[in-house]
Structures are given as C-alpha cells and as structure tokens.
C-alpha cells in the first residue's frame, strides 16, 4: 500500500541520516544516480514525518527514564547549524539515563546548556541525579531542597580525590 511504501522510505531516509550518517544532501545524490528524482523538500517531509511517528515512543521513553530514581545526567557539545547565519556553532545534548532500566533520553533545547533546560526535565523528579561538577546540577538539587540529591559521578570525582595524600617515594 501507498501509506506502508511512505513509512519504509520514511525510514531509510532517517535510519540513513542518524546509524550510516549519510547526509540528506548526498541521500539526494545518491537517489538521483540512482534515478529516483526525488525535490530536497520532499525528502524533507518525509524525513519529518518519519520523526513526528517516533515523538510517542520518545515521550514513553523519556516517561519512564524520569520515574526511575536514579539518573545519570550529562551535557555534550554538538555541532550546530545556525541556518540563518550559514555558519556552525557549538551547541549542548542532555542525556538522561536510568539506572533501574537502562533506557534513556536526549534534549536539545536549542542548544543550550541552561540549568532552566535540566528545571524543565526534572520539575516532577525525585530521587537521586549522578552527575559532573557542573554547577547547573548543584543550582537544581539545592532549590529542591531535599527532593533531588547530586550524587558526583566517580569518573570526575577520582583525579581530585588523592589530591591531599603525600605518596611515599621509593
């Protein structure tokens, strides 16, 4: 059927953007070597709406990670296209993961490395957060009092914790 042909493509194009990382340009390029003619926009909308079926599955995701009481929490740089200025800059992914059911969930928030982005996240969570020393997660565990505790991550915490010892030498 038409509906079942527009979800496979939808598919591909997106299972090629995000696990082959094949640009949408050159899926074109590759599409019209191949002769399928297909308009940039199309592409587009059907990249968009192969995204727009996933948003529920994400919400599940992102639901279920957030009941959980012990996060994981961390920020990345990315790359971003700033399509007005035709330039790159850097921008920020939050990563959410549960302890309890190793599921997990990314945001984006225009790229914004705010605490106001981690607020939003966790205005209904309770429980424990692992994190770097980034102070945005302190700012958010002191406002909620006793309601989110920071727990630091062992990673960060060892190159400073041996700091005060003196060594014997040999």
Request: glycine share 6%.
């Amino acid at each position: 059927s038409d509906v079942y042909k527009r979800q496979t493509f939808s598919a591909a194009v997106l299972t090629n953007k995000y696990f082959y990382h094949i640009p949408y340009e050159r899926q074109l390029n590759m599409m019209n070597n191949g002769k399928i003619k297909i308009a940039k926009t199309t592409l587009f909308d059907y990249a968009n709406a192969g995204i727009d079926a996933l948003e529920g599955l994400y919400e599940a995701i992102k639901e279920k990670v957030l009941q959980d009481n012990i996060l994981h929490i961390d920020e990345t740089t990315q790359n971003m296209i700033n399509t007005e200025e035709h330039k790159v800059k850097k921008g920020y992914d939050w990563g959410f993961i549960s302890q309890k059911n190793n599921l997990m969930f990314f945001v984006r928030s225009n790229g914004s490395r705010r605490e106001s982005v981690l607020d939003e996240q966790l205005k209904n969570f309770s429980g424990h957060i692992h994190t770097d020393g980034y102070g945005a997660y302190t700012k958010v565990a002191e406002r909620t009092g006793n309601d989110i505790i920071q727990v630091p991550c062992m990673s960060h915490i060892r190159p400073v914790s041996y700091t005060h010892l003196t060594l014997p030498t040999i």
